[in-house]
């Protein structure tokens, strides 16, 4: 197993689990007895498993058998990626629910009374403070005096309580305005202010795109995973050389052997083999002639050559029979 395959295996392994871990929280939570919960989660691992293995399972097959398989492997892509969808929503809602849960809920103590009802007294009261103002004092001046102050007070204090009301209701809207701001994720927020759609729309395109990445890339995983192995030719063993033992009598049947294929296998001379060729012939009629004698030496001097090449010739001229 090579390190490219056991590295396509490990991937394909994984996207795989991971498919089926969402496969079987999407299932879990939109099951409501356990029996319905363990049906959802035993169809999800299905539909994942199969989508993933069937292109690989069927490369081999008829074109028929390609066919049907291609059609139940869409629905299982469109099946699959609706549930990892249903699971990217739920996560992302409760990733929402945890970070409004963050803000204290408990900043501003709730009013004793709605501001209608404060609205509704502090009417009644500046209407008899208004009466009291239009009235002639002709007796009892002081007794009016200490309604008029009465009242002024009282319609103060519901004025206050109004205001109060007033900043506890715009605190309670600034909450609900950061906890709606932090239930939806700030990239998806961002991306529908930037393509002018709702937050609702990104997040359901998000999860389609990557439930549709993570089911694209298991299944390629898995189809060069379980691709078939090319057929290797069988190699044919090549015995080597056998090394014998040189001697003096096989030497000389090699050189026998030797001449009788170049006799019978005659190749064209190169120049510097007829020149020696020639050289030979002219020291061999020196010879015959007595004016050299067949010595290394005065083979060496006839022919101004080097110490082994006057050796070598002579040899030649030993088995031509010439030195005798």
Same mark, same amino acid.
């Given at each position: 197993?090579?390190? @490219?395959?056991?590295?396509?295996?490990?991937?394909?392994?994984?996207?795989?689990?991971?498919?089926?871990?969402?496969?079987?929280?999407?299932?879990?939570?939109?099951?409501? @007895?356990?029996?319905?919960?363990?049906?959802?989660?035993?169809?999800?691992?299905?539909?994942?498993?199969?989508?993933?293995?069937? @292109?690989?399972?069927?490369?081999?097959?008829?074109?028929?058998?390609?066919?049907?398989?291609?059609?139940?492997?869409?629905?299982?892509?469109?099946?699959?990626?609706?549930?990892?969808?249903?699971?990217?929503?739920?996560?992302?809602?409760?990733?929402?629910?945890?970070?409004?849960?963050?803000?204290?809920?408990?900043?501003?103590?709730?009013?004793?009374?709605?501001?209608?009802?404060?609205?509704?007294?502090?009417?009644?009261?500046?209407?008899?403070?208004?009466?009291?103002?239009? +009235?002639?004092?002709?007796?009892?001046?002081?007794?009016?005096?200490?309604?008029?102050?009465?009242?002024?007070?009282?319609?103060?204090?519901?004025?206050?309580?109004?205001?109060?009301?007033? +900043?506890?209701?715009?605190?309670?809207?600034?909450?609900?305005?950061?906890?709606?701001?932090?239930?939806?994720? %700030?990239?998806?927020?961002?991306?529908?202010?930037?393509?002018?759609?709702?937050?609702?729309?990104?997040?359901?395109?998000?999860?389609?795109?990557?439930?549709?990445?993570?089911?694209?890339?298991?299944?390629?995983?898995?189809?060069?995973?379980?691709?078939?192995?090319?057929?290797?030719?069988?190699?044919?063993?090549?015995?080597? %050389?056998?090394?014998?033992?040189?001697?003096?009598?096989?030497?000389?049947?090699?050189?026998?052997?030797?001449?009788?294929?170049?006799?019978?296998?005659?190749?064209?001379?190169?120049?510097?083999?007829?020149?020696?060729?020639?050289?030979?012939?002219?020291?061999?009629?020196?010879?015959?002639?007595?004016?050299?004698? %067949?010595?290394?030496?005065?083979?060496?001097?006839?022919?101004?050559?080097?110490?082994?090449?006057?050796?070598?010739?002579?040899?030649?001229?030993?088995?031509?029979?010439?030195?005798?």
């Amino acid at each position: 197993m090579t390190r @490219p395959f056991r590295g396509a295996l490990l991937l394909a392994v994984t996207a795989t689990g991971t498919a089926i871990c969402l496969s079987v929280l999407a299932g879990w939570q939109r099951g409501g @007895p356990l029996a319905e919960r363990l049906v959802w989660v035993a169809i999800g691992m299905v539909l994942v498993v199969g989508g993933h293995l069937l @292109p690989s399972l069927v490369r081999s097959a008829p074109l028929v058998v390609r066919g049907v398989a291609g059609v139940l492997w869409l629905a299982c892509m469109a099946t699959a990626c609706y549930g990892h969808l249903t699971f990217f929503l739920l996560a992302q809602r409760h990733a929402g629910e945890l970070r409004a849960g963050s803000i204290a809920s408990h900043a501003l103590l709730p009013a004793n009374r709605g501001l209608t009802a404060v609205m509704a007294d502090r009417a009644m009261v500046a209407a008899q403070l208004a009466t009291a103002n239009i +009235r002639h004092c002709q007796r009892d001046c002081l007794t009016l005096d200490a309604r008029r102050l009465t009242l002024a007070a009282r319609l103060d204090a519901l004025n206050a309580e109004a205001d109060d009301i007033r +900043r506890s209701q715009a605190a309670g809207d600034r909450v609900t305005a950061e906890r709606d701001g932090l239930t939806a994720d %700030p990239v998806t927020v961002r991306l529908a202010a930037l393509f002018g759609t709702t937050v609702a729309h990104i997040d359901l395109l998000s999860g389609l795109a990557f439930a549709a990445v993570l089911e694209g890339v298991a299944c390629l995983l898995w189809t060069v995973t379980l691709r078939p192995l090319p057929a290797v030719a069988p190699v044919t063993p090549i015995s080597a %050389p056998v090394m014998t033992s040189a001697t003096p009598t096989s030497a000389r049947r090699e050189r026998k052997s030797n001449r009788r294929i170049a006799a019978s296998d005659p190749v064209t001379p190169s120049p510097i083999a007829e020149s020696a060729d020639l050289a030979v012939a002219q020291l061999t009629q020196a010879i015959a002639a007595g004016h050299v004698r %067949p010595t290394v030496a005065d083979i060496r001097r006839h022919l101004g050559c080097s110490q082994g090449r006057a050796a070598a010739v002579r040899r030649q001229l030993v088995s031509l029979n010439l030195t005798a």
